[in-house]
């Protein structure tokens, strides 16, 4: 059975598809909002197939749109698209999310919020962060990894969308500061996904390789000086030795960002180890390290966009 009202999923990536098949396969009523026109046709003709090491499923009945003036009696709206696309999920929502509606970000990195709340108010925007992860293999194909939960603050304006997550078989924690666990994600994010986009590697072979794991402390050596400065007390107090534990559990995985480089697409390290270097000039800590990482990164890929 399909609930009245819909549930807005903004994008069509990985992430996207992996929040839209589970809550449409737990009966909720699902539009899709992007213009990724391959990815849009393609979940509007064969659905989104979700591949786990337990499953195939194949997930049909989901509506696809480009034009946010095709949205009605909006009021949950999920912002999983990249981080450079947040300004125009803004406008958007500002289109098709009436007054008594609520966005929830679960994208990487830090300010997304801030971008939402300008466009559409504080009181329809808040942020969570998800640990949950997704591949996507061609549009509208996706490799899900199942473990994984959703950490949202206290809210009650989330009751709504916190209780349909949860009958989609999501895990919900609930963090009293969600800063603390954005900075946390933040950290680990900014010395992975760099570092296995710049070397083509899986996260395990940057535990394997002395330099790369010499490099990696150095990133989350200067995100947490940036970090503590901020007032922000992070959720571990060996910063490091968390990265390691996320990179053995993931050893195989590689990060969406290793996806984008390959493509030569857009990736989101602007608003990861770009966030760093941002806050840390706000706060007068010195970042060179991801200064540095982040400018290998963009000189490689704009090399590859050469080569072309």
């Given at each position: 059975?399909?609930?009245?009202?819909?549930?807005?999923?903004?994008?069509?990536?990985?992430?996207?598809?992996l929040f839209a098949a589970r809550l449409r396969a737990a009966g909720?009523?699902?539009i899709m909002l992007d213009t990724w026109d391959e990815g849009l046709q393609a979940i509007r003709r064969n659905g989104i197939t979700m591949i786990t090491d337990k499953q195939k499923l194949n997930v049909k009945g989901i509506e696809t749109i480009s034009n946010p003036e095709n949205c009605h009696d909006i009021h949950l709206a999920l912002v999983l698209l990249k981080s450079w696309q947040t300004d125009w999920a803004a406008q958007q929502l500002k289109i098709c999310l009436p007054a008594s509606g609520i966005a929830l970000t679960l994208q990487n990195g830090l300010g997304n919020d801030?971008?939402?709340?300008?466009?559409?108010?504080?009181?329809?925007?808040?942020?969570?962060?998800?640990t949950?992860?997704?591949?996507?293999?061609?549009?509208?194909?996706?490799?899900?990894?199942?473990?994984g939960e959703v950490i949202l603050p206290q809210d009650q304006r989330l009751e709504e969308l916190t209780t349909a997550l949860q009958k989609a078989g999501f895990t919900i924690q609930f963090e009293p500061d969600i800063r603390v666990l954005q900075w946390g994600k933040l950290i680990i994010n900014a010395a992975v996904n760099p570092l296995t986009a710049i070397m083509q590697i899986p996260n395990g072979?940057?535990?394997?390789?002395?330099?790369?794991?010499?490099?990696?402390?150095?990133?989350?050596?200067?995100?947490?000086?940036?970090?503590?400065a901020a007032k922000i007390t992070l959720p571990h107090a060996d910063p490091f030795a968390n990265v390691e534990r996320v990179i053995r559990a993931t050893a195989g995985n590689y990060p969406s960002m290793y996806q984008d480089f390959r493509r030569g697409a857009i990736s989101e390290i602007d608003s990861i180890n770009g966030a760093v270097i941002?806050?840390?000039?706000?706060?007068?800590?010195?970042?060179?390290v991801n200064q540095t990482v982040l400018l290998m990164f963009k000189?490689?890929?704009?090399?590859?966009?050469?080569?072309k």
């Open positions: 059975m399909t609930s009245e009202k819909p549930f807005l999923v903004l994008g069509c990536g990985a992430m996207a598809c909720m009523s699902v801030e971008i939402l709340a300008a466009s559409i108010g504080q009181k329809r925007t808040c942020a969570g962060v998800t949950l992860g997704a591949t996507l293999l061609e549009p509208g194909v996706i490799r899900a990894h199942e473990r072979q940057l535990l394997t390789n002395s330099f790369a794991s010499e490099l990696m402390k150095m990133i989350v050596q200067e995100a947490a000086n940036v970090a503590r941002r806050y840390g000039t706000q706060y007068g800590v010195p970042t060179p000189a490689l890929l704009e090399a590859k966009k050469q080569e």
